[in-house]
């Protein structure tokens, strides 16, 4: 399985950007991660995009203050659940500033929140691929490296 993150909103001065390579590293050695970043653009062009950026069978699963909550062992059954289904590819879509586009809440299979809070667009990238990292440690059975 690949994992695909598509998150909107690049900024030259992204505190977060080192972290989140980090973690993307950390997680390319379980299995494939690939990022893009979209430019910030009109809501229906954004949502175009990331709908494409999600391949025909895949999961697309949007991250959203308005989706399932779980705390990181219950997110390493999904993550695991995922592998066992045999997705080619699963799509994780961050929103920017504005959230994501409404047509890709409602094509995607699957709502995360990972916080009822709302966070800046490039921490919930951080905190993501974080707690993709922490998942793929759980279902791996390895010491969480800090």
Not at 25 to 39: A, G, H, Q, T
Not at 47 to 66: T, Y
Not at 72 to 79: D, E, G, L, M, T
Not at 97 to 109: K, M, Q, S, T
Request: aromatic share 6%; hydrophobic share 40%.
């Amino acid at each position: 399985m690949k994992l695909k993150i598509v998150s909107v909103g690049r900024e030259r001065s992204d505190p977060f950007a080192s972290a989140v390579a980090d973690y993307a590293s950390r997680c390319r050695k379980f299995l494939p991660v690939d990022e893009v970043i979209l430019k910030k653009d009109r809501e229906d062009r954004i949502a175009a995009r990331m709908l494409k950026e999600a391949e025909k069978g895949d999961l697309l699963v949007a991250l959203d203050e308005r989706g399932e909550e779980h705390d990181s062992r219950q997110f390493a059954k999904i993550v695991s659940g995922w592998m066992n289904r045999g997705f080619r590819q699963v799509t994780l879509s961050i929103g920017g500033a504005d959230g994501l586009p409404d047509d890709v809440v409602n094509a995607a299979g699957l709502t995360l929140a990972l916080s009822k809070m709302t966070l800046p667009h490039r921490m919930a990238r951080l905190m993501l691929m974080e707690q993709l990292y922490r998942a793929l440690c759980i279902i791996r059975n390895v010491p969480y490296q800090k």
